[in-house]
């Protein structure tokens, strides 16, 4: 009996492990990403973020939380959460990003060199990148789950590579009818 009751404690424990990983983005390091794509190749989402970014807090709690979007970049993509102030050193295709000018103290810190390297320099901004982790496109501010569905479909699904001009793009746009709802 002592078993039995064991065995469906760790039953228990591994299913609501699983239900809450699927309720949330499992969000990865570059560097995780980089060894995943070795495995199975996805498009890459990156969450170029600060920590005292008002517009970035909200896209967590409003967007990156909403059901649709968790599925859809779960199913679709690897991604990368980024913090762009970080004192953390990171490798990033056999390169080593740092922050020298790091502050922990400060409430603005200096921007990582890897922010830079993408040519970050507002938050929050969504990179996008292929297969072999080069950049798509960086779509930068606030965006609600209708809104960044656009974007998560039109990478995920290719579109992009038909769409060769602003006209292209507006077309995509005004034809596109979201899916995702803004309540979860």
């Known amino acids: 009996m002592k078993n039995l009751i064991y065995s469906l404690l760790i039953l228990s424990y591994f299913s609501a492990s699983s239900f ?4 949330q983005i499992q969000w990865r390091s570059i560097e ?6 070795m495995k199975e190749a996805r498009k890459v989402l990156m969450d170029v973020y600060t920590t005292w970014c008002g517009p970035c807090k909200l896209m ?8 649709n979007v968790i ?34 103290n400060a409430y603005r810190k200096a921007s990582h060199q890897l922010a830079q390297a993408f040519n970050v320099n507002s938050y929050p901004t969504v990179i ?13 501010g ?7 569905e656009l974007y998560l479909k039109l990478f995920a699904e290719n579109i992009y590579l038909e769409v060769k001009s602003k006209d292209d793009f507006q077309k995509f746009q005004a034809n596109f009818k979201p899916s995702f709802h803004i309540v979860n």
Do not use: R
Request: a negative charge; zero cysteines.
């Open 71 to 104: 599925e859809y970049i779960n199913k679709h993509y690897y991604a990368v959460k980024f913090d762009a102030e970080s004192g953390k050193d990171v490798t990033f295709k056999g390169n080593v990003y740092s922050n020298p000018d790091y502050n922990p």
């Open 32 to 37: 995780e990403v980089e060894a995943l794509q």
């Open 20 to 23: 809450a990983q699927s309720n």
């Open 128 to 140: 996008y990148m292929d297969e072999n982790m080069e950049v798509i496109a960086p779509i930068k």
């Open 60 to 67: 967590m709690k409003n967007t990156f939380s909403n059901k």
């Open 142 to 148: 606030y965006l609600k789950p209708d809104q960044i």
